[in-house]
Nanobody, 122 residues
Framework: VQLQASGGGLVQAGGSLRLSCITS????????MGWFRQAPGKEREFLAA???????YYADSVKGRFTISRDNAKNTMYLQMNSLKPEDTAVYYC?????????????????WGQGTLVTVSS
């Protein structure tokens, strides 16, 4: 399984971005998908996860501002990010997990995209 994240860029505080994660292979619908981010000097942080039938779970830090979604027909997952803040600046990673437990942990995910940089200016 290969993942490719895209959609990052420079945006002003209060703005929006939508990240995409395209996944190769015909088993996309069987994976739980997640988004993480990593700011300079910080650990990789869980943001959101989505199950095959679009059940979702969010970290408190992004709940109400970010929306995770997936299109199984297109093997693609999305992260709509609204009301962005300078502290949202980070490299954003998508990941795929064959299990449905401990999804806030990076260890639950077997496959990772290369990351896409999001920079939010004040």
């Amino acid at each position: 399984v290969q993942l490719q994240a895209s959609g990052g860029g420079l945006v002003q505080a209060g703005g929006s971005l939508r990240l995409s994660c395209i996944t190769s292979g015909r088993t996309f619908s069987t994976y739980v998908m997640g988004w993480f981010r990593q700011a300079p000097g910080k650990e990789r942080e869980f943001l959101a996860a989505i199950w095959s039938r679009s059940v979702t779970y969010y970290a408190d830090s992004v709940k109400g501002r970010f929306t995770i979604s997936r299109d199984n027909a297109k093997n693609t997952m999305y992260l709509q990010m609204n009301s962005l803040k300078p502290e949202d600046t980070a490299v954003y990673y998508c990941a795929a997990s064959p299990s449905s437990t401990q999804l806030m942990s990076i260890r639950a995910y077997n496959y990772w995209g290369q990351g896409t940089l999001v920079t939010v200016s004040s």
